[in-house]
């Protein structure tokens, strides 16, 4: 597609259930980022990656939180044992490489409810 | 640390012009950039600088950069009723991850 593509674009579940969150970057782009939007926060960096190694998580809020990314392309966002503080849109955005002014196209995000 | 601030709330004419101002605490930022976020979607990247830059113009943007004063602003010319969103600055510091720092948001409204 032509642009950042985030599935699914809602998500509902309980408190305590695992969620998986996934991001299509724009073909061609080697660095992706996740990132979290949240009332009280505002929009936080999680984790950057260039290629399908990850340079930077030091934004991942603790260890229930993971991310992978296969094949340089798609990557998947896991929240294992959620709480209710963990919802919030998670925005994935990604650039043709981390350095230089590169800007950051995002995807519309992944609203996530705890219940 | 890494700081970026906005004001929370701007409310203009349409017609007329709107600016929205920014300030940062970094000052190995390397690229500025504002986002534009309408509801429900994600962030549009409306245009960036780089920091040995002061000004950008780009159709009815124009970006001013106090590099001095780590003071950014976005004007809009002509503002409609479209324009009505939520504007982030963000900036890029020098570590090699290229990630983001984001400002608040500041949210435009637009009156007919």
């Known amino acids: 597609g032509a642009g950042v593509s985030q599935s699914p674009s809602n998500k509902v579940t309980e408190k305590g259930k695992d969620v998986e969150l996934r991001c299509d970057p724009i073909s061609g782009h080697t660095a992706l980022y996740w990132y979290r939007q949240s009332l009280g926060q505002g929009l936080e960096f999680l984790i950057y990656f260039q290629g399908n190694s990850a340079p930077d998580k030091s934004g991942l809020p603790s260890d229930r939180f993971s991310a992978e990314r296969t094949g340089g392309s798609v990557s998947t966002l896991t929240i294992q044992r959620t709480q209710q503080e963990d919802s919030a849109v998670y925005l994935c955005?990604?650039?043709?490489?981390?350095?230089?002014?590169?800007?950051?196209?995002f995807g519309d995000g992944t609203r996530l409810s705890i219940l | 640390g890494e700081d970026v601030e906005q004001s929370l709330f701007l409310s203009v004419r349409e017609g007329d012009s709107s600016v929205i101002n920014c300030t940062y605490t970094d000052s190995s930022s390397t690229y500025l950039y504002w986002y534009k976020q309408e509801p429900g979607a994600g962030l549009q990247l409306l245009t960036y600088?780089?920091?040995?830059?002061d000004m950008k113009q780009d159709q009815r943007l124009t970006v001013l950069l106090n590099k001095k004063d780590k003071h950014l602003s976005l004007r809009i010319a002509d503002t409609q009723t479209g324009d009505s969103a939520i504007y982030f600055c963000?900036?890029?510091?020098?570590?090699?991850?290229?990630?983001?720092?984001f400002g608040q948001g500041t949210t435009l409204q637009v009156k007919p």
């Open positions: 955005a990604s650039s043709l490489d981390g350095q230089g002014a590169q800007p950051q196209h």
């Open positions: 600088i780089f920091s040995n830059m």
């Open positions: 963000a900036e890029k510091g020098s570590s090699n991850t290229g990630k983001l720092i």
